[in-house]
């Protein structure tokens, strides 16, 4: 019985991590591409709106990666009436919510191996 909550326990817990990391990163890598050319696309045709939204306080200019700046870009309905330009934010507001998913989905994987590893501990089963 040992053996069997030892190898369930360890079984989880590289699933649940190496899976959710590896998730992670493909949805990070995705998501690349849609951002980098909205900022692309913003930079073209609307030159100011990319200059606010890439611009981080006074000292660092255009062109900085500013994520919060970004993420409220896509969120509000500036330019909409702009076809690419919807495609690009509605693409990315479906990626951006899929990432969070995937990082509370998370939390409820960890937390059930958490959960089996105290049942074991509650049967005597020693630890990994």
């Known amino acids: 019985m040992d053996h069997v909550f030892k190898v369930i326990t360890t079984l989880l817990a590289f699933a649940t991590v190496g899976s959710f990391v590896a998730a992670g ?35 660092i200019g255009p062109g900085a990666r500013n994520g919060p700046r970004t993420i409220r870009y896509i969120y509000d309905d500036r330019e ?26 998370s939390f409820g994987c960890i ?12 049967l005597g089963v020693k630890g990994m």
Request: glycine share 2%.
């Open 25 to 59: 990163i493909i949805i990070a890598f995705i998501m690349q591409m849609p951002w980098w050319k909205l900022h692309a696309y913003l930079k073209k045709h609307y030159p100011q709106r990319w200059e606010e939204i890439t611009t981080i306080g006074r000292l």
């Open 80 to 105: 909409i009436d702009d076809p690419s330009i919807l495609k690009l934010k509605l693409t990315l507001r479906k990626l951006w919510s899929i990432a969070l998913k995937l990082f509370i989905a």
């Open 111 to 122: 937390l059930l191996v958490i959960i089996i590893d105290f049942v074991a501990a509650a």
